[in-house]
């Protein structure tokens, strides 16, 4: 069975501009959650759909937005970047809306703005 | 609010030494909790979890335990490997996923 896909693994971006990121779940699942990662603030949870719908959001700016297909796969977008947001960011996938159902990760897209 | 501290890395342990990393946390009504690693270069992978107080993860050699009455659930492994080199995050899950800031772990050969 084949794994999380997230796509592209790595992006330059200059301040201002926006970016999307793409992300495939393993086939099955349902729910699809994002993630920033930086070494200074760690993990941070951006936001998880369900369905095309999105259950949850995480204390992030509105300029961070996603959305989720009828194939589950779902994509992230950012505008108007800041060199703050240089950051990995992993997608994860479950198979149901379980407080029970462990997180299964992509290799993340590593975005670096200048 | 859920949250989730675990101790600070880096830890450097030579091989087959005893490891404990330690979590506690801080939830309302009855999350569960698990364990993640990340090898380099990668996303993360699921270690083990528990899902209920008294219950023991384990996989690979790690073991973890719920424990409702310390809230925490310690990481631990009673002789490492060099492969074991990686970042171990401690996570919560109630009405969403809280991670742990991470504890990087190097073992020397």
């Known amino acids: 069975k084949a794994g999380v896909t997230q796509t592209p693994r790595y992006l330059i971006k200059t301040r201002g501009q926006q970016v999307t990121l793409s992300c495939s779940p393993i086939s099955g699942h349902r729910s699809v959650s994002w993630y920033q990662q930086t070494p200074g603030q760690g993990l941070q949870f951006l936001f998880e759909y369900f369905s095309e719908t999105q259950r949850n959001k995480g204390n992030f700016p509105g300029r961070f937005s996603g959305r989720q297909f009828s194939n589950s796969r779902s994509e992230m977008n950012v505008s108007t970047l800041e060199l703050g947001d240089s950051a990995l960011y992993l997608c994860?996938?479950?198979?149901?809306?379980?407080?029970?159902?462990?997180?299964?990760f992509g290799n993340g897209t590593r975005l670096t703005v200048t | 609010g859920n949250s989730v501290t675990q101790m600070e890395g880096p830890v450097t342990l030579s091989e087959e030494a005893f490891l404990t990393i330690n979590c506690t946390y801080t939830?309302?009504?009855?999350?569960?909790l698990f364990w993640y690693v990340q090898y380099p270069g990668e996303g993360l992978q699921l270690l083990l979890k528990?899902?209920?107080?008294?219950d023991k993860g384990s996989n690979k050699g790690f073991e973890a335990t719920y424990r409702k009455e310390t809230t925490s659930f310690h990481l631990e492994k009673g002789s490492v490997q060099v492969s074991d080199s990686a970042v171990y995050f401690c996570?919560?899950?109630?009405?969403?996923?809280?991670f742990g800031k991470g504890t990087r772990l190097h073992i020397l050969p």
């Open positions: 996570a919560l899950n109630g009405d969403k996923i809280i």
């Open positions: 939830a309302t009504g009855y999350p569960s």
């Open positions: 528990a899902t209920k107080a008294d």
């Open positions: 994860a996938s479950s198979l149901g809306s379980s407080y029970n159902s462990p997180l299964h």
